[in-house]
């Protein structure tokens, strides 16, 4: 299976194509579009991740063995024909801008594109101080500036792969909902997204000011010339807010990317919002019922609800007896349906078969496709 992009032709196969090229960029610096290649390009395989230490949830999640690059502005398309005008889901992983990857086969777009009748896009961009260091010289929110760049290439060469990018829905989970959220909000993203689906997006976590970004990067040396590896020690040494589970990298406030504030400046429009009931019990599972609640708050946004006009929903589910109960991340594997390849303590003592279980992927075919969805039904076997 063979698909002419703008910058050259890539074979990928039943309907996947991985690692593909959507930009380039040296550290500190923006992207730019990547060199065209001749011939025919493989997208059999992800790309490398970008540079990361290992997830602060893999206690719950379970590791992420994906190879590690600097040179990481890959993203993957799954679509069930290359032909049709089909709505567009581009998908940004989560990880506290700091951890996860596009290319992790916790994310394998197959089922999803299958079942709802869409293309899905998922991408890699740069992470921590990589991404989100407040540098003087350096541009800001860089990671969000891929993201960017990812929406360019997909409003530019989707069609070939079967989609419409004139209905692109830009959702993603946790840091990745917050960065849609962040695009959905700036005027650099107006015309290249319709909708938004939130998962998890921590909503009550406000972008730092620059001054603040500034001091924690100053916190780590050479940060323009230091070996990768040694980079990544450093920047897990930063300490986050006390008491909080913001990462210290994050989304800056520069008024171009990333508003000062992204509720307030989130325009009208449709919008899909979800959360679990117990998302802290995948940062500490044995955390008290007052401090799961008041979490969850952390979560949510009545205003931003009303705002977007948002279809909303709580995911319930839990492993049965899991002490992770229904935690942060645990809808991920039933929106792609992908349990047969998720090894997660989270999913720990789950029945055998539930990448069958189509109720979430329904609820985002609806709206993918334009429609209200309905309510969602507890998942069943199939």
Not at 186 to 204: D, E, F, N, T
Not at 243 to 251: D, M, N, T, V, Y
Not at 268 to 284: C, D, K, M
Request: glycine share 10%; hydrophobic share 40%.
């Amino acid at each position: 299976m063979i698909v002419a992009t703008g910058t050259g032709r890539v074979r990928g196969a039943d309907g996947a194509f991985w690692g593909i090229p959507y930009a380039t960029a040296k550290r500190f610096e923006p992207p730019t579009p990547p060199k065209p290649w001749t011939g025919v390009r493989d997208a059999l395989e992800a790309g490398p991740a970008a540079p990361q230490p290992p997830s602060r949830l893999e206690h719950a999640l379970g590791p992420m063995p994906l190879p590690q690059s600097e040179d990481c502005l890959f993203l993957n398309v799954f679509t069930p024909s290359t032909t049709g005008r089909r709505p567009v889901l581009v998908w940004i992983h989560g990880g506290g801008f700091s951890s996860g990857s596009g290319g992790q086969v916790w994310y394998t777009g197959t089922r999803l594109a299958r079942d709802a009748d869409a293309v899905v896009v998922t991408l890699n961009y740069r992470l921590g101080a990589l991404g989100f260091a407040a540098l003087d010289g350096v541009p800001p929110n860089l990671g969000i500036a891929d993201q960017l760049a990812a929406l360019a290439w997909v409003r530019d060469n989707i069609a070939a792969f079967g989609g419409n990018p004139a209905e692109l829905t830009l959702g993603g989970q946790s840091a990745g909902a917050q960065s849609a959220l962040a695009l959905w909000s700036s005027p650099r993203a107006r015309g290249l997204v319709k909708r938004i689906a939130l998962q998890s997006a921590p909503l009550g976590m406000r972008p730092s000011t620059w001054e603040e970004a500034n001091r924690t990067a100053r916190a780590l040396q050479d940060l323009r010339t230091a070996p990768v590896e040694q980079l990544l020690a450093a920047q897990v040494s930063v300490p986050g807010k006390p008491g909080s589970i913001e990462p210290p990298f994050q989304l800056v406030a520069d008024g171009d990317l990333v508003a000062g504030d992204l509720v307030e400046a989130a325009p009208e429009g449709p919008a899909l919002i979800s959360w679990t009931r117990e998302e802290l019990r995948a940062f500490v599972p044995d955390a008290p019922q007052e401090a799961i609640d008041t979490a969850n708050s952390f979560f949510t946004s009545d205003r931003l609800a009303a705002k977007l006009d948002a279809f909303t929903y709580r995911f319930d589910w839990q492993a049965p007896g899991n002490p992770f109960g229904a935690c942060h991340c645990i809808d991920l594997p039933f929106l792609f349906g992908t349990h047969d390849v998720w090894d997660a303590p989270m999913l720990a003592g789950a029945p055998k078969g539930l990448e069958g279980a189509t109720g979430l992927r329904e609820v985002w075919a609806a709206f993918l496709h334009g429609e209200r969805p309905s309510a969602i039904s507890p998942p069943k076997l199939p």
